[in-house]
């Protein structure tokens, strides 16, 4: 055993620990990855949240051309192909933001960042999933081609939700920056 290792991994646990505190002041929630990125989706796409837990809705957008849609907000440090999904009738839209595209991620950092944003049609994507024979649920593999389809960022490709200057430069700032 290192005490200087563990002495120095106790000292960043503080540091991180006060940030934390400061984040959930921030967004009135604690600072767990799901509640940190519904927060950070919904003040750029206008998304009402909903207030109790729910496995299928995490809200709905308030403005828009989906006004009134329900979404189930997911973000993935990296981007796998790979999506939690639900059967959930009443979930119109799945907004997922990710980091960068992953080659592997063994014993690599993976930073909380925004690099790629995709808005799927819940019930269209599901009724294509299940047609091609595959498993839905946790870690359903999506193919690439659907993923090319969803993009609404940094490439627009889906025409259902084109982003405002606003809207891009807020997911521009949670890049994860050079050399990730």
Same mark, same amino acid.
């Given at each position: 055993? #290192? #005490?200087?290792? @563990?002495?120095?991994?106790?000292?960043?646990?503080?540091?991180? *620990?006060?940030?934390?505190?400061? /984040?959930?002041?921030?967004?009135?929630?604690?600072?767990?990855?799901?509640?940190l990125s519904?927060?950070?989706?919904?003040? /750029?796409f206008?998304i009402? @949240?909903e207030?109790?837990? *729910?496995?299928?809705?995490?809200?709905?957008f308030?403005?828009?051309?989906?006004?009134?849609r329900?979404?189930? /907000?997911?973000h993935?440090?990296r *981007?796998q192909?790979?999506?939690? =999904?639900?059967?959930?009738e009443?979930?119109d839209t799945?907004?997922? =933001?990710?980091?960068?595209?992953?080659?592997?991620?063994?014993?690599v950092h993976r930073?909380w960042?925004?690099? +790629?944003v995709?808005?799927?049609?819940?019930?269209?994507?599901?009724?294509?999933l299940?047609?091609?024979m595959?498993?839905?649920?946790?870690s359903?593999?999506?193919?690439?081609?659907?993923?090319?389809?969803?993009?609404? +960022?940094?490439?627009?490709r889906?025409?259902?939700?084109?982003?405002?200057a606003?809207?891009?430069a807020a997911?521009e700032?949670?890049? #994860?920056?050079p050399?990730?």
């Open positions: 055993m #290192s #005490s200087a290792e @563990l002495k120095a991994i106790a000292m960043l646990l503080r540091a991180r *620990n006060a940030i934390d505190e400061r /984040i959930a002041d921030v967004v009135g929630r604690p600072v767990v990855h799901g509640h519904d927060w950070i989706a919904a003040q /750029i206008d009402e @949240l207030p109790a837990a *729910n496995k299928a809705i995490d809200g709905f308030r403005s828009g051309p989906l006004a009134g329900t979404v189930n /907000i997911k993935y440090t *981007n192909g790979m999506l939690d =999904m639900t059967d959930a009443e979930l799945y907004l997922v =933001m990710t980091g960068p595209r992953s080659a592997g991620s063994k014993g930073p960042a925004i690099e +790629h995709f808005l799927f049609d819940a019930q269209g994507l599901y009724d294509v299940r047609a091609e595959r498993r839905i649920g946790d359903t593999s999506v193919p690439s081609r659907y993923w090319q389809q969803a993009e609404i +960022h940094p490439v627009s889906n025409a259902n939700f084109p982003l405002s606003e809207q891009t997911l700032e949670f890049r #994860s920056g050399g990730v």
